[in-house]
């Protein structure tokens, strides 16, 4: 345990107060699947979402929270702790988080296709008929969803996002979530990747909007290859997929506990992980985790 104040914990992030502006965010290793932390963990999968989100950060143009990935500019902590957080700590600037996921999705898959084929709701209330799954839409649409402090966050119509955050709010987290999310997609694609839809979370300093949490890591982003893209598909993703098709054919009624994952498992999810690193940053994972003392 860390000898600073214990904040609290989410499915893979632990936070801890630093001082009166600053906060020191952890990513561990765990994986959940249908809102059940699971075992084993996934080998330095918090590094992967570390090292990506400072990746992002660097290079998209726009306001964020992070300030450092290096234990040594964290006061308070012990010279064991240094190794122990290696590439998967984030020092950020504390902000007032704003209660809305900002999503973003480019393509029609998952929870939206869903929604989509059996009629529609709030993710697609805008799109015309005829689409497929695995379709890009005509323009990326801006979908919010309340931010759930345990189970699943609560999709938002239009209208009611407005009432949520007020128009104002509303108009500038839907542009700034549709600016960095083309950026994030032309920057993809040129790597071979399809970005087909992430979320955002924002905070206030001040009076100042910033980007806060992790950013466009494979956690809260839905990463495709881009050869392997086509419509009316079933799509391979850069994520924890194969926990998810592995769980789905268990008798397990997706409450706690879950069964414990099986190593071929694990190691695809790990491959998966690092291989989304590798192609985005151009880096080999392990030259990351050499470059932040965890290799």
Known sequence: MLALEHLGSGKVRDNYAVDDSRLLIVASDRVSAFDVVLTPTIPDKGRVL????????????????????????????RAEDHRALAGRMMLVKRAEVI???????????????????????????????GLHMADRLPEPIFTPATKAESGHDENLTEAEARDFVGNDLYEDLRRRSIEIYLKGTEYAAERGIILADTKFEFGMVGDDIILIDEVLTP???????A??????ATMPSFDKQPVRDWLETQDWDKTPPA??????????????????????TGQPFAAYLEEVGAG
């Open 50 to 77: 570390t090292g990506l989100s400072r990746h992002w950060f660097e290079i998209l143009d726009t306001p964020h929270h992070l300030l450092s990935t290096d234990p040594r500019d964290v006061p308070g902590l």
């Open 99 to 129: 209660p809305m996921e900002c999503v973003v999705r480019g393509y029609l898959y998952g929870s939206s296709w869903k929604e989509y084929s059996a009629g529609g709701g709030p993710t697609t209330e805008h799109l015309p008929s």
């Open 219 to 225: 956690d809260s982003s839905r990463y495709w290859p």
């Open 227 to 232: 050869d392997a893209w086509a419509p009316g």
């Open 259 to 280: 069964p414990p994952l099986p190593g071929a498992v694990v190691a695809d999810t790990v491959q998966r992980y690092t291989d989304v690193y590798e192609r985005l």
